[in-house]
């Protein structure tokens, strides 16, 4: 993971509510984003050209080019696109891919870029990271973080309800990130900045502890403004280390070796169960466990379309994807019958837990 662009400041704008995209066109006309509205609009295929249209009329002299797929490639091209006039900013409308995309592209033209989320999916709606495909392998890519970030609950209400649970699982394994930094500050002297921290820990435990769901605004909200905070956390640190550790190590390791499984969100809340599991932490382990149940979110590799012996080779195969990341998985490191052994014993708790 290459070193993104350390920043302890905040976007200066932060909106999570309905209706928050009716402001979007008085959002941009900020001086300090947009002198004259001359914004690049960013839409995916599905809810972005609406919201486009809805502030279209704020925005006479905005062009708006639609993406899709999530790739390098696309993001590259629009890249090219940017460069046909003078820009502003850069408006990113859509799910986790488009706002990728956007966010690569501006900070390749040195632009600032504003996040309109359409649903929750994970945390890349703020954070100083583009996930994006190149030959077929999600690659991360450090970025500037949005300079504002805007969640419209009425559009994230109507997107897709799994894409927008999925962040839950997000959300909840920045814990075993967590306990993964503090090994290897145990164990290799690491440093941890402890504001980053503070800001990965605070939105997880929110999330964990609400007792509401995707049907509740309240608790929505506090999704969103938890992914935020990862995003945030990801910046003042200068690397992802406060929201991914083994458990991304898992989810990228199933993406290379199963592509197409569940999404980023899904994955990275198994692999944290797992982790905790690997770690010893009951207590971690029961609470995470009862939340993503409640949200119905996959504990078991079956629930993701996977095999025992699949798994257990994408565990084998994880530390490849973060060499320079120290975790649970480095620090037990489990042959492959001792991850099968761990297996079963997980597995068992988790119908011990069904009852």
Wanted: proline letters at 5%; a negative charge; aromatic letters at 4%.
């Amino acid at each position: 993971m290459p070193l993104l662009a350390r920043s302890v400041l905040t976007p200066l704008h932060i909106d999570v509510r309905r209706g928050a995209v009716a402001d979007l066109g008085a959002i941009l006309a900020d001086g300090r984003i947009s002198a004259g509205g001359d914004v690049a609009v960013v839409v995916g295929p599905g809810q972005g050209a609406q919201i486009a249209e809805l502030i279209r009329p704020s925005l006479r002299t905005a062009d708006v080019f639609t993406v899709a797929g999530g790739t390098l490639d696309a993001a590259d091209d629009l890249g090219g696109k940017l460069r046909a006039r003078s820009y502003d900013a850069v408006v990113g409308i859509g799910g986790g891919k488009t706002i990728d995309v956007a966010k690569y592209a501006a900070t390749r033209r040195g632009l600032p870029m504003v996040s309109v989320a359409t649903s929750l999916a994970n945390d890349g709606i703020a954070s100083p990271v583009a996930s994006l495909i190149t030959d077929g392998i999600k690659g991360s890519y450090g970025v500037h973080i949005p300079i504002a970030v805007i969640v419209d609950l009425d559009f994230v209400e109507s997107g897709p309800d799994r894409h927008n649970r999925a962040g839950i699982g997000d959300v909840i394994s920045n814990i075993s990130a967590l306990a993964d930094w503090e090994l290897a500050r145990q164990v290799r002297v690491e440093r941890v900045d402890g504001l980053a921290a503070s800001l990965s820990r605070a939105g997880a435990e929110a999330v964990l502890n609400h007792p509401g769901d995707m049907a509740d605004d309240a608790f929505v909200t506090v999704l969103a403004e938890a992914l935020i905070s990862s995003g945030l956390a990801m910046a003042i640190e200068g690397t992802s280390r406060p929201c991914s550790g083994g458990c991304h190590e898992i989810m990228h390791a199933i993406d290379a070796l199963f592509p197409g499984t569940a999404s980023h969100g899904e994955l990275a809340g198994l692999g944290a169960l797992f982790c905790t599991w690997l770690r010893g932490d009951l207590r971690r382990f029961g609470e995470m466990s009862a939340c993503l149940a409640r949200h119905g979110l996959p504990r078991l590799p079956a629930e993701v379309g996977l095999t025992d012996d699949q798994f257990i080779e994408a565990v084998q195969f994880a530390p490849r994807t973060r060499p320079d990341r120290y975790t649970i998985l480095e620090h037990l490191a489990l042959s492959p019958t001792e991850t099968r052994e761990r297996l079963a014993d997980y597995a068992g708790a988790i119908r011990d837990q069904l009852g």
